[in-house]
């Protein structure tokens, strides 16, 4: 099963929980809802694709203050910044987890 959408992943998470089929059925996500970093912690999600919205955030907000401020040198001759998207599984969930929390001051 995949959750395309933020919302799906943890829905079919609790879905599969309730029927009992967690680990049965294969599942992936497309978020880093707490419920879906929980699922793939303890293997009942395979991985998910993250595409870092505080890391879009972050970079967008430094750059606009360095453009406010007269720095346009940030901004590459393409006009394009690619935030990289990540695939999150079992072995570095932990850690993309903590830098989540460090991010958000928690």
């Known amino acids: 099963m ?7 992943t943890p829905r079919i998470y609790e879905a599969l929980r309730d029927a009992g089929k967690l680990g049965q059925i294969t599942v992936v996500g ?3 809802d707490p419920i879906t970093l929980g699922g793939v912690k303890e293997g009942t999600i395979a991985a998910t694709v993250v595409q870092q ?3 879009w ?3 967008g ?8 401020k007269g720095d346009k040198s ?3 001759a393409n006009n394009l910044i690619i ?3 990540k695939i999150i599984g079992k072995d570095d969930v932990d850690a993309y987890a903590a ?3 460090a991010m958000a001051g928690k």
């Open 2 to 8: 995949v959750g395309f959408y933020s919302y799906n």
């Open 30 to 32: 497309f978020d880093d």
């Open 53 to 55: 919205p505080f890391e």
């Open 57 to 59: 955030a972050y970079q």
């Open 61 to 68: 907000m430094k750059l606009m203050a360095a453009y406010l």
């Open 74 to 76: 940030g901004i590459p």
């Open 83 to 85: 935030i990289p998207t």
């Open 99 to 101: 830098n989540l929390k």
